[in-house]
T-cell receptor, first 114, second 116 residues
Framework: GENVEQHPSTLSVQEGDSAVIKCTYSDSASNYFPWYKQELGKRPQLIIDIRSNVGEKKDQRIAVTLNKTAKHFSLHITETQPEDSAVYFCAAPDRGSTLGRLYFGRGTQLTVWP | GAGVSQSPSNKVTEKGKDVELRCDPISGHTALYWYRQSLGQGLEFLIYFQGNSAPDKSGLPSDRFSAERTGGSVSTLTIQRTQQEDSAVYLC??????????????FGSGTQLSVL
């Protein structure tokens, strides 16, 4: 199966600074890498995803980069705001099985201080 | 349209009782996941259904836990002889299909289970 490692587990930044969260995966056949954001007391929601045919994808202040050779991908948040405070989860699928189950990292608690 | 619906939203039970948690995925979604989330913790995988394939049950923590998905739609997670350590939020999620361009997971709002 897939093994997804996520770092750091907690991250504190000043409002306006950038935040970077990194994930590694083990299945070289994985080709889809989503990021989910879970605000306190709410359900996780997809914020951005990337497929293996591109190396970077941006959506306003958030971006995801992918290095297939090194098998790692990162979430970048620029000009952070207090409302970015949440737990962020990365994920990757197990393409080695017919089910294609999605594996999540353990999450990163991001706190943005005003 | 409606999102992923879970019921009940809250369940308080006594230790030793059985509980059933229900998940109604988005219509047409073939993939369905159950996760458990303790306070301040990550997403603990429990079970995964994909179409008509045999489910991936590798995350079920003990034989007290079981899940079914009838007709490829509604799923029920059953916990027998509940223990206090079973207290957590149980999240259900569904997606249109794995391995396609429609793998976005939609999560339900969860069932908060409290075992007294």
């Amino acid at each position: 199966g897939e093994n997804v490692e996520q770092h750091p587990s907690t991250l504190s930044v000043q409002e306006g600074d950038s935040a970077v969260i990194k994930c590694t995966y083990s299945d070289s056949a994985s080709n889809y890498f989503p990021w989910y954001k879970q605000e306190l007391g709410k359900r996780p929601q997809l914020i951005i995803d990337i497929r293996s045919n591109v190396g970077e994808k941006k959506d306003q202040r958030i971006a995801v980069t992918l290095n297939k050779t090194a098998k790692h991908f990162s979430l970048h948040i620029t000009e952070t705001q207090p409302e970015d405070s949440a737990v962020y989860f990365c994920a990757a699928p197990d393409r080695g099985s017919t089910l294609g189950r999605l594996y999540f990292g353990r999450g990163t608690q991001l706190t943005v201080w005003p | 349209g409606a999102g992923v619906s879970q019921s009940p939203s809250n369940k308080v039970t006594e230790k030793g009782k059985d509980v059933e948690l229900r998940c109604d995925p988005i219509s047409g979604h073939t993939a369905l996941y159950w996760y458990r989330q303790s306070l301040g913790q990550g997403l603990e995988f429990l079970i995964y259904f994909q179409g008509n394939s045999a489910p991936d049950k590798s995350g079920l923590p003990s034989d007290r836990f079981s899940a079914e998905r009838t007709g490829g739609s509604v799923s029920t997670l059953t916990i027998q002889r509940t223990q206090q350590e079973d207290s957590a939020v149980y999240l259900c999620a569904s997606s249109l299909a794995a391995g396609t361009t429609n793998e976005k997971l939609f999560f339900g709002s969860g069932t908060q289970l409290s075992v007294l």
